[in-house]
C-alpha cells in the first residue's frame, strides 16, 4: 500500500485535478454542474475496491475519469486485465494521458514485472461510450443529472450478469441490480456516502 501511495504521488506530483477542470470548463459556452470535479483519494479507494472483491482478468472502469486517478490506483492494487477511464474534458483527458505516459515510462520498468495489465483513457461523452464489457465500474456521480443517470442506467442493464456498480452519492433503482453494501468513505472534497450493487440477471 505504501509504495502504491508513493507510486501515485510520483505520478500526480504536479497534476492539480481542480485547476485543469476549471480552465476546460472555462472555454465551454456553457455551466454544467454535471461536470463538477472532485477526486478520490487512493488509499481510501483501495478499501472502495476491496468491496467488490476485483478478480483476475476482470475489466474495470471510471466514468468520468478526471485525471485518471481510480484508474491508475485499480490498476496497481488490483489484478485486473484492464482499466479505463472516460472523461469528457480536455484538459483532465489530457493529463490522464500524460500520466499514462509516465507510468509507462518511470513506473513500469521498475516494477521488475513481465505483465502489465492494460490502461486506457478515452476523451468521450460516457452516454455515447461502449463499455459493455465492464466487469467493474465506478462513477462519482455526486453532481451527475437525473437525466445523466437514467441514461447510465439504460446503459447498466447492458451489463453482464455479475458486473459490480460503485457509484458516489447516487443510487441506482433497478430490478436488476441487487443493493449489496452501502458505506461512506473520504473523498477530495469531503466524506460520501457510496452505494455497491451487483447485476443478479
Ligand atoms: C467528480 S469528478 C471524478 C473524477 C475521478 N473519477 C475521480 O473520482 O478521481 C467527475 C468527472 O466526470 C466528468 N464528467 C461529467 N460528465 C461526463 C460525461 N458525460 N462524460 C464524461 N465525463 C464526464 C467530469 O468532467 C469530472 O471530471
Not at 19 to 32: T, Y
Not at 107 to 122: D, G, Q, V
Not at 173 to 193: C, I, K, M, R, V
Request: proline content about 3%.
Amino acid at each position: 500500500m505504501s509504495i502504491t501511495k508513493s507510486i501515485m504521488d510520483t505520478l500526480y506530483r504536479d497534476i492539480q485535478g481542480y485547476d485543469l477542470s476549471f480552465s476546460a470548463r472555462k472555454k465551454l459556452q456553457f455551466h454544467d454542474k454535471g461536470l463538477t470535479y472532485g477526486e478520490i483519494v487512493p488509499e481510501s479507494f483501495y478499501k472502495i475496491l476491496s468491496q467488490v472483491n476485483p478478480q483476475k482478468d476482470e475489466v474495470f472502469y471510471d466514468l468520468g475519469s478526471g485525471t485518471g486517478k481510480a484508474v491508475l490506483a485499480a490498476s496497481l492494487f488490483f489484478p485486473f486485465s484492464k482499466t479505463v477511464g472516460v472523461e469528457l474534458l480536455d484538459d483532465l483527458y489530457d493529463a490522464s494521458q500524460q500520466v499514462l505516459q509516465r507510468y509507462q515510462k518511470e513506473i513500469i520498468p521498475r516494477l521488475n514485472t513481465s505483465n502489465s495489465p492494460e490502461i486506457k483513457f478515452f476523451q468521450a461523452d460516457f452516454l455515447d461510450f461502449d463499455f459493455s464489457d465492464a466487469d467493474v465500474i465506478f462513477a462519482h456521480a455526486t453532481c451527475f443529472h437525473d437525466g445523466q443517470l437514467r441514461e447510465l442506467l439504460h446503459k447498466f442493464e447492458k451489463l453482464k450478469k455479475g458486473a459490480r456498480l460503485i457509484i458516489v452519492s447516487k443510487e441506482v433503482d433497478s430490478h436488476s441490480y441487487a443493493l449489496t453494501n452501502t458505506s461512506e468513505h473520504p473523498f477530495s472534497w469531503g466524506q460520501a456516502t457510496l452505494h455497491f450493487y451487483e447485476k443478479i440477471v
